[in-house]
Nanobody
Framework: QVQLVESGGGLVQAGDSLRLSCAASVRTFSTDAMGWFRQAPGKEREFVAAITWSYGNTYYADSVKGRFTISRDNAKSTLYLQMNSLKPEDTAVYYC????????????????WGQGTQVTVSS
């Protein structure tokens, strides 16, 4: 049983920063990669960033590269997403997810998901 719980969302102004957290309760599931996805109203859920749990290799969508940083704390089993220079188009529900196997930007390849946290960026 894997539980993922996101936190840290909120309402901010354009140019502000937020840090999202995802606490993972991994008991029998060995996680190889974790990712952040987001879904804006009326749009498909899209890839934001991913990290390999063992080596910490990171991957980003072009739309967030240079502004967002994904990281993890192995000891705390927690995933983070530092979001800087936020834009109104970053407004979405942000989800963390995990999977076994190599990282992938395809949402259908992830096995477990959190409930999501809302991020709203006003102009």
């Amino acid at each position: 049983q894997v539980q993922l719980v996101e936190s840290g969302g909120g309402l901010v102004q354009a140019g502000d920063s937020l840090r999202l957290s995802c606490a993972a309760s991994v008991r029998t599931f060995s996680t190889d990669a974790m990712g952040w996805f987001r879904q804006a109203p009326g749009k498909e859920r899209e890839f934001v960033a991913a990290i390999t749990w063992s080596y910490g290799n990171t991957y980003y969508a072009d739309s967030v590269k240079g502004r967002f940083t994904i990281s993890r704390d192995n000891a705390k089993s927690t995933l983070y997403l530092q979001m800087n220079s936020l834009k109104p188009e970053d407004t979405a529900v942000y989800y963390c997810a995990c999977r076994r196997g190599t990282w992938t930007p395809r949402k259908d390849d992830y096995d477990y998901w959190g409930q999501g946290t809302q991020v709203t960026v006003s102009s």
